[in-house]
């Protein structure tokens, strides 16, 4: 019974660090998308009303005439992705928590494992 239950914690375990993997990816993601806009809004407003702008539009760009409604949407794209990121943030805490709470449950069930086995020898 122990083998099978360390074999299910060692899956737990192994999922965990799947998820764990993910989330440093978005997290990654998200925080080069966070420097980009921030980037972009950097140069918008070092840049004068009557220079020509262009946003990207898929694979298109689009002339943009109004510069404080482009700002105003970069700032807002960064605002949702800085919520995004605490998100994210919270969750892999959480995961870090859960993961080390497993490995410590498999030692413990190991450690009394061995434990038993020595008494009973």
Do not use: C, F, P
């Amino acid at each position: 019974m122990t083998k099978s239950l360390i074999e299910n914690k060692m899956k737990e375990i192994q999922q965990i660090q799947q998820q764990i993997s993910m989330n440093s990816a978005q997290i990654e993601s998200m925080n080069v998308r966070s420097k980009e806009l921030e980037d972009a809004i950097k140069e918008l407003k070092d840049t004068s009303e009557d220079e020509i702008v262009y946003r990207a539009a898929g694979d298109i760009l689009i002339k943009e005439r109004n510069l404080t409604k482009l700002m105003g949407k970069l700032e807002e794209d960064k605002d949702v992705i800085n919520i995004r990121l605490k998100t994210l943030n919270k969750q892999q805490e959480a995961l870090y928590e859960k993961y080390e709470a497993l490995q410590k449950e498999v030692v413990a069930i190991v450690n009394h494992d061995s434990n038993g086995k020595n008494t009973k020898a």
